[in-house]
């Protein structure tokens, strides 16, 4: 059984940081992509950042230069560095991450409020 555990989620105001983690657990094997992906209400879930286990990274057009995603892969842990926070950043954040060799296995986390104030 896979469990992915998030954390650092919360209430700031516009212009602040926070710092997203999801650990993995459990059978989880060949960890390839690992990311984070956000909904607002009314909006449908949408990709903010994801790393491969090389380090290739990819983001949102809407947070580049403002948040930075890293792994440690010896952790299973991805992070997700949020700076500049704006109120339509509010969402809640959802860890993802792909694994396996023969078939691709999809896991997700519970999510995380991330509300901003204006």
């Known amino acids: 059984q896979v469990q992915l555990v998030e954390s650092g989620g919360g209430l700031v105001q516009a212009g602040g940081s926070l710092r997203l983690s999801c650990a993995a657990s459990?059978?989880?094997?060949?960890?390839?992509?690992m990311g984070w992906y956000r909904q607002a209400p009314g909006k449908k879930r949408e990709l903010v950042a994801d790393?491969?286990?090389?380090?290739?990274?990819n983001y949102a057009n809407s947070v580049k230069g403002r948040f930075t995603i890293s792994r440690d892969n010896a952790k299973n842990t991805v992070y997700l560095q949020m700076n500049s926070l704006k109120p339509e950043d509010t969402a809640v954040y959802y860890c993802?991450?792909?694994?396996?060799?023969?078939?691709?296995?999809?896991?997700w986390g519970p999510g995380t409020q991330v509300t901003v104030s204006s």
């Open positions: 993802n991450v792909v694994a396996g060799n023969l078939m691709t296995l999809n896991y």
């Open positions: 459990g059978s989880i094997f060949s960890i390839r992509t």
């Open positions: 790393i491969t286990s090389s380090g290739n990274t």
